[in-house]
């Protein structure tokens, strides 16, 4: 899916493409992916179908922009900025996973746009995937370098934590009736401890 930069020149999005955005938003949480427009999101905005094409070609380019604004917004509360790396790529990818499944964007997503959704699972990477496999492999690369994450290629283990961080927040529903979020959350968080810590540390710290 092809995007173009939210603001158009590299810069902070102006207040227009702010309120396209913010009206997109309201309207997948609404409508669903399916059955969003842009006419629709010019509308809410308050301005014209072409000052809305101007900056997004169509309306998948505009949510997908969404979605990464989305996400970037909750990794930028999550993740911790001092502490061994593991810890803090646990603690961030933990405290991410639960703001996701509350989150009523994502959630809308999760609920109506479920044959959209298999389509990441299943079929490809999506941009948010593709940008969480980087910031993950990065604080892994730190974390063998400070000594709190194993040996191993640095893609290959991100791609793996991104594919158990997934499941934890795409299947929470189907398994609330046996994990609570507190539950979930800490077995999530057991599971990425255990998949990365050094050998030679493992049973010190478990």
């Known amino acids: 899916m092809q995007t173009i930069d939210v603001a158009g020149t590299g810069d902070e999005p102006s207040e227009i493409d702010l309120a ?18 842009l006419t629709e999101v010019a509308r809410r905005a308050g301005v014209s179908r072409p000052t809305v094409y101007r900056r997004w070609p169509d309306t998948g380019s505009l949510l997908a922009e969404l979605l ?12 911790p900025g001092s502490g ?7 603690d961030g990818v933990v405290a991410g996973a639960s703001i996701v499944r509350a989150n009523p964007l994502f959630a809308k997503i999760f609920r109506t746009d479920t044959d959209l959704m298999l389509t990441y699972v299943f079929g490809r990477l999506g941009r948010n995937q593709r ?19 194993r040996p191993g290629d640095p893609d290959e283990l991100a791609t793996m934590v991104l594919l158990m961080s997934q499941s934890a927040v795409q299947s929470a529903g189907m398994v609330g009736h046996i994990l609570s979020e507190s539950r979930l959350d800490a077995e999530l968080a057991r599971a990425l401890d255990g998949y990365l810590v050094p050998d030679d540390r493992r049973d010190v710290e478990w």
């Not at 940008?131 to 994450?149: C, N, Y």
């Open 68 to 79: 990464v604004r989305e996400l970037r917004k909750i990794v930028g509360r999550t993740m």
């Open 84 to 90: 061994p790396a593991r810890v803090r790529l646990v």
């Open 20 to 37: 396209i955005l913010d009206a997109a938003r309201a309207c997948v949480e609404e409508f669903g992916v399916r059955r969003t427009t």
């Open 131 to 149: 940008e969480l496999i980087l910031l993950f492999a990065a604080l892994i690369r730190e974390g063998q370098r400070d000594g709190s994450v």
